[in-house]
């Protein structure tokens, strides 16, 4: 008779512990699949939407073929050495400034992640252990990622000598180069040479003559090998030209054209 | 005292023994059957999910693994990458105008020697004065402008001529010029 009355309640009691035991952790398990699945379902529509844009930000981009070529032209793919000493004399000689010297950082040296593939993260995080060639310390992968993302800098200094007004308009023209560039450093003083040469105090107090010392640093961007998810999502269905134009409009200083001209010497030890 | 009947009929008796397979007991049967039951079809569908997750798992790696190989999105992505660069690097010192705001700092008596400017905003000036009154009033007129910040005087020494004033400091708000 005992029995009787006990069967329901334990067949209750049993019955809620293996819901709880088995078949809640199914339920809850058949719900996080289902939301990986929307999740999934959004991941792939939005590839295959992007795919889709694909082609018609491709034809956009051919169509405005003077933003393209501007847009390489400031953000190179590759760092220009010759380029940038051009430009450094001939807006020093723009200024009416005498250039005294020019030299070049290999940035290389400085930045690890510029040894590896920049633009191809998958290499990066499957490559071996990557030190830092000036501490010898490893890198973090991660830290390399984000690296290789950002934009590199080959810094180029220049000694110039002239007149204050002179190294104004220079940094003036330095900043509004149509390159892109930033100059981090400027060291400015009396010219050396004059005050040692100079007898006459009040003669070399009263000079013009300044000596500036500027670095620049000129950007460049590794041209995108392999494109990846994440980089595609971030994609909109149109370029913002508007950001080209905002640069364009601070620019004031022309980048000119050089061209190597005639070469080819009988004897090259001998100016001719 | 009063009589208590404890006689049971063998009919009742044979009655509540039957009765052991009334309404609880089907109940519990029918719930335990309800629950294997919705058990077996979680775990059903659970399984149909899995495939189904898998199917769609494989067909998005599928399509990732054609990105990264597709020179037309490489070319989209690049430029578009190259434009945000572009954007990123608006932003930058006008040193020539940080060079203007220093020389309107310069004090009568005063002239600049060194100017030394780096990228993270941080001056250093080395400034020759006729006497320690100008040196005092320079140092508290960098003090006073709103274009720099953290005036430190670093040494000052006496020349032939004048007294040498090094003084550090940083721009305001070096970006906003």
């Known amino acids: 008779m005992r029995l009787k009355f006990l069967l329901f309640p334990v067949v209750l009691v049993i019955l809620v512990i293996v819901f709880i035991a088995n078949i809640w952790p199914e339920i809850s398990l058949l719900r996080q699949m289902n939301s990986q699945y929307n999740k999934d379902k959004e991941i792939l529509g939005n590839i295959i939407s992007k795919k889709g844009d694909i082609s018609s930000l491709n034809d956009n981009l051919e169509s405005n073929k003077d933003k393209k070529d501007f847009v390489l032209s400031y953000v190179p793919e590759k760092n220009n050495d010759e380029k940038n000493i051009y430009l450094l004399n001939y807006l020093a000689t723009n200024s009416s400034l005498s250039v005294l010297s020019i030299s070049l950082d290999k940035v290389a040296q400085n930045d690890p992640s510029t040894e590896i593939n920049a633009s191809n993260p998958v290499n990066i995080i499957a490559s071996a252990i990557v030190t830092d060639p000036n501490t010898g310390e490893a890198i973090d992968p991660q830290v390399l990622l984000e690296n290789a993302k950002k934009i590199k800098f080959a810094e180029a200094h220049v000694t110039v000598a002239g007149e204050y007004d002179k190294i104004k308009m220079y940094l003036d023209k330095l900043e509004r180069m149509e390159i892109y560039s930033k100059v981090s450093e400027v060291k400015i003083s009396k010219n050396k040479e004059e005050k040692k040469e100079g007898q006459d105090q009040a003669q070399t107090s009263e000079s013009n003559l300044l000596v500036a010392e500027i670095a620049v640093d000129f950007g460049y961007y590794p041209k995108m090998k392999d494109a990846d998810y994440a980089t595609l999502t971030k994609l909109g269905s149109s370029f913002d030209f508007a950001k080209i134009e905002k640069v364009r409009s601070g620019i004031t200083q022309n980048v000119p054209v050089i061209e190597a001209g005639a070469s080819g010497r009988n004897n090259p030890f001998v100016t001719q | ?177």
């Open chain 2, 1 to 177: 005292m009063t009589n208590i009947n404890l006689y049971q009929s063998p009919a009742e008796e044979k009655k509540s023994t039957e009765s052991f397979f009334d309404g609880g007991f089907i109940i519990s049967v029918v719930l335990i059957g309800l629950v294997l039951a919705g058990f077996a079809g979680i775990k059903i569908a659970n399984w149909r999910i899995a495939e189904r997750n898998q199917a769609l798992a494989a067909k998005i790696d599928l399509e990732k693994n054609g990105i990264s190989g597709d020179e037309q999105i490489n070319k989209v992505v690049d430029f578009e990458n190259r434009i945000d660069k572009m954007a990123e690097g608006i932003q930058k010192n006008n040193t020539r105008l940080v060079l203007d705001d220093v020389a309107a700092e310069i004090i009568s008596g005063a002239v600049l020697a060194e100017y030394d400017f780096s990228e993270d905003g941080k001056i250093k000036l080395l400034i020759q004065a006729d006497n320690f009154q100008t040196v005092a009033k320079q140092i508290l007129a960098f003090k006073k402008s709103a274009n720099f910040n953290a005036v430190t005087t670093e040494d000052i020494k006496r020349g032939n001529k004048n007294i040498e004033l090094s003084l550090g400091m940083a721009i305001a708000n070096k970006t906003v010029k």
